[in-house]
Structures are given as structure tokens and as C-alpha cells.
């Protein structure tokens, strides 16, 4: 016969379990592969979108509906729901609100091309479906179609080129090609005796090669956009520990290839030009090869100097998600100032998109930057720059990024710099209400060059007031006549 006391306790114990709110249904995707395709492992992906579009798989500005990942084995089913990696961090993904939406999976397995939809993807078609978390809506999707390369058919003046590299081959172990979209002159064909200038127009962030289709022919120039899509994301066309020879194929590969091919190029008559990621590559490529290029014009360049990796200082910061104030740090602001996302916000898409919940493998625009600037790992991989959850600053890491700190490089290397790059080879512009706090970094490039001496820097650095991302600079025909000046075209 139980005592007092244990009825007692007994009782506690069932009213504390009453008490306990019921556990919430919350949703779930169930994902397979077709059995007529076969069973292969990679990321799994599921994007919700709205209700009259297909989801956005790589698109951090709010507003934004979730992505999930998870990896798939080489099974040929997986459930992912609130426990999986989840992009937003907040709202939750189940408190999304009650309602239709689009529905799509993705299984990422490509490893030459680090995005969603790159070929040999696997994917659904995307359904528009009723979710409701508290109803415990679960939904079936099955992988039973592959991404192909989409490239359009080539004209008399638009190229799509894939040309085979032996150094990156090489370096990655398995065929490598190295993918550029070529604008030639109008009348190239009827005019044979006639020999062009050159210009690397190089994209912002992700830009492919097929985007050339937009460049519209000039008579003086051969005009080449280089793919920015790469093993690890956008590989910014240098060479790196992670990407591989990105650079010297560049150089020595791609560019004797089209000259020969397109009679352009050569002494004096080599460019660079870009905005964003290409206002980086741009001047990085006069830096690292300032015999090959006559001339860089770099718009709202990517951070050129990890002091302000956008707002990072990674050399003296202990912490990337949050400043020394203890605020969470912002990534993208609007003219005006208001904070549109943040850094803690951004990495978190990369750990959804990465192999493992990696932020480092995810191919968006930190992962592609730590890719780049970063050294391999024991395991082949990018090592990160920081913890993917507490944003913790590897301080071990940073040497190997001292080279692609553009400021340092230049600075470091004046003496052998200085005179190939006289005569005003360097063009820089920013807004300084550049939607990435980039223009902190180049306040910062341009007071270090102003200090260099025997040759003074004669370059170019223009600081725009109230300037945004992209909205000021030069035009396309400034930058496409300063060339031609200074090629004798």
C-alpha cells in the first residue's frame, strides 16, 4: 500500500507533466530521389518561396522565406524540418505563418561549381503547397530532375568558351576547364587585318560567363568576362590554396589562347576593369601581374584591406558577429544608414548551403572570400576564418591572408610596384555610403599609398559623398575611351 508521501510525490509529477505545453506538430519536407536517377550523395536543400514564385537559394536580404539543408548519404530519402540547419536564424521555421508557399528541393552534388543550381544538380519541380506548422504539415518532394548547363548559342560577336587548364587540372586532380564569355568588335570576321585591345571585365559577385550575352560589342576591343563560379564559389580569378592556379591559368593559359584567337591583347593593350568583386579582382590582378595590364579601373571594390574586412578588423577583433560595442555587427546598410543584415545573419545561409553545415563550403560571399584568402586544411578544405556559430576569430589563419590584404601587398612591395605602375595605371572609385561598408577599407588604401614615396603613388582614388554600391564611378565609355588613350587604340 503506497505511503502519503509517494502519492504526494506522484501527484506532483503528473501535475508538473500536465502543465508542460503539448509538443508543437511543426513541419516537415520528406525528399527522394527518384529511383530512375541514381542514388548519389551531396547537400540537400529545400527552399520555401512565395506562394506565385519559385524559391531563392541564395538570397540573404530580408525579406526572405527559409531554406533548409542537410546531407544526404548515398541513401535515397531524408526528412528535414526545425532541427535542420535552418536559414533565417529568426523567425524559427515554425513560426512561419500559416499560408500557401512554393516548395522546391535541391540535392547540390557538383563540385566544380559550388551553387545550387549548377549542372548535374539534382531538383524538383517546385509545388505550391499549404503550410501550416501547428497542423503538422508535411510535405513530399522527389528529386526526378538535373540542372544542365544553360548556354547560349554563340553569334558573331558573343563566344561562350570552356577551354581545357592544365594547371588547374592538375592542381584539383580531375579535368579542369577555365570558363570565359568573349565580346568581339562588330565587323571582327570582315575585318582580318585589324588587331584589338583587351579588357578583363570581370563581374560582380558570381557573375558567369554567359552574362557576356549583356556586354554590347565596342570597335576597339575584345572584351572577355571570366566565370565566377568556382570549386568553393566565386574563386575571384587569383590563385589561392583552395581554388587552386585561378591566376597564372588566367595569364598564362586563357589570355595567349584568346590573343592568338581574337588578335588582341598584348604590350600595353591589356585591361582591367570591374565593380564589386570585379573592383577587387580588378586591381589585384594589375598588382599581382603589373607587366601583363596597362591600366585598372576598380569600382566599389571588395574590402582591400582586412582591417575593414567590410567592418571586421580582423587583425585586432576577436569576435566577426559581434562588435567591440557587443552589437551584433551589420553587413548591409541602406543610404540613409538603416541596417538591412548582418554578418551573424549572412554566415548563417553559408552554414544551410555548406557540406555539413560548414559555413566555409557554402559558396556565397564570406565562404567564397575565406576560400580565396584563406590556407587548406589537413582535409583538403578551406580552413575557416572563424567559428561558423560564435563568429570566434581564428588569429592562426591570418598570416596566409596577409597577401590578398591589397593594402599590405602594395604597400610591401612599392619598391618593385612603384614604377610599373606609374603614369596613373591605378583608378579606384567608391561611394562612401557603399551598401557593404566598403569604403572603409579603401579610406584606408588610399591613405596608405598617399604616404609612398620614390615614385609617389599617381594613381587615381576617387571617395564619392552619399555614393551607394555601384551608383557612381565612371561610366562604360569613360572607362572604355581612358583605355583606349592609353593603348594608342
Known amino acids: 500500500m503506497p505511503t502519503r508521501l509517494a502519492v504526494l510525490a506522484a501527484l506532483v509529477v503528473a501535475s508538473a507533466v500536465a502543465a508542460q505545453p503539448a509538443a508543437r506538430p511543426g513541419l516537415r519536407f520528406t525528399v527522394s530521389i527518384d529511383p530512375a536517377l541514381p542514388a548519389q550523395p551531396g547537400r540537400l536543400l529545400v527552399g520555401v518561396g512565395p506562394k506565385n514564385g519559385a524559391p531563392d537559394f541564395t538570397e540573404y536580404k530580408p525579406p526572405v522565406l527559409p531554406v533548409l539543408g542537410a546531407d544526404l548519404a548515398a541513401g535515397r530519402t531524408a526528412t528535414l524540418d526545425a532541427a535542420s540547419d535552418v536559414f533565417p536564424i529568426a523567425p524559427a521555421m515554425n513560426d512561419l505563418p500559416a499560408g500557401e508557399y512554393t516548395v522546391q528541393a535541391i540535392l ?13 544538380n539534382l531538383y524538383s519541380a517546385p509545388v ?27 553569334t558573331a560577336t558573343h563566344k561562350y568558351l570552356a577551354l581545357p587548364s592544365k594547371r588547374l587540372s592538375e592542381f584539383h586532380g580531375r579535368p579542369m576547364t577555365y570558363r570565359v564569355g568573349v565580346v568581339l568588335p562588330p565587323g571582327f570576321d570582315t575585318d582580318t587585318d585589324k588587331h584589338y585591345g583587351l579588357i578583363l571585365d570581370v563581374g560582380g559577385f558570381g557573375t558567369r560567363y554567359t552574362d557576356a550575352r549583356r556586354t554590347q560589342p565596342d570597335k576597339r576591343f575584345v572584351q572577355v568576362v571570366p566565370d565566377g563560379a568556382g570549386p568553393f564559389g566565386d574563386p575571384y580569378q587569383v590563385n589561392s590554396a583552395n581554388n587552386g ?11 595567349p589562347f584568346l590573343e592568338k584567337t581574337y588578335r588582341c591583347g598584348g604590350a600595353g593593350k591589356r585591361f582591367t576593369c570591374g565593380a564589386s568583386t570585379g573592383g577587387w579582382v580588378s586591381l589585384a590582378l594589375q598588382l599581382y601581374y603589373p607587366d601583363t595590364f596597362n591600366g585598372c579601373w576598380s569600382q566599389c571594390p571588395d574590402s582591400l584591406t582586412f582591417e ?16 567591440r ?13 538603416d541596417v538591412v543584415s548582418t554578418v551573424r545573419h549572412e554566415a548563417q545561409l553559408d552554414r544551410v548551403l555548406g557540406k555539413g553545415g560548414r559555413w566555409e563550403l557554402g559558396g556565397r560571399d564570406w565562404a567564397s572570400w575565406n576560400a580565396v584568402y584563406g590556407p587548406r586544411g589537413a582535409d583538403g578544405l578551406p580552413v575557416p576564418v572563424w567559428d561558423g556559430k560564435t563568429g570566434a576569430i581564428d588569429k592562426t589563419v591570418l598570416e596566409h591572408w596577409k597577401k590578398y590584404d591589397l593594402t599590405r601587398y602594395i604597400v610591401a612591395n612599392w619598391k618593385d610596384l612603384g614604377p610599373k605602375l606609374a603614369g596613373g595605371k591605378v583608378n579606384i572609385w567608391v561611394g562612401d555610403a557603399d551598401d557593404y561598408y566598403l569604403n572603409a577599407a579603401v579610406h584606408r588604401f588610399n591613405a596608405a599609398v598617399g604616404l609612398l614615396r620614390e615614385p609617389a603613388f599617381d594613381g587615381r582614388v576617387l571617395i564619392e559623398l552619399r555614393g551607394t554600391h555601384r551608383s557612381g564611378g565612371w561610366t562604360r565609355r569613360e572607362r572604355l575611351d581612358a583605355m583606349a588613350a592609353r593603348g594608342g587604340l
Do not use: C, H, W
Open 108 to 120: 547540390a552534388t557538383n563540385r566544380d561549381v559550388n551553387l545550387p543550381d549548377a549542372p548535374g
Open 128 to 154: 505550391r503547397v499549404k503550410l501550416d506548422a501547428a497542423a503538422g504539415t508535411t510535405v513530399n518532394l522527389t528529386l526526378d530532375k538535373t540542372f544542365t548547363e544553360r548556354k547560349p548559342k554563340d
Open 245 to 255: 592556379p585561378y591566376g597564372d591559368a588566367l595569364i598564362q593559359e586563357v589570355i
Open 308 to 323: 575593414r574586412f567590410e567592418l571586421i578588423d580582423l587583425y585586432a577583433e576577436k569576435n566577426a558577429f559581434v562588435n
Open 325 to 337: 560595442f557587443g552589437f551584433e555587427r551589420p553587413s548591409t546598410r541602406t543610404l540613409d544608414g
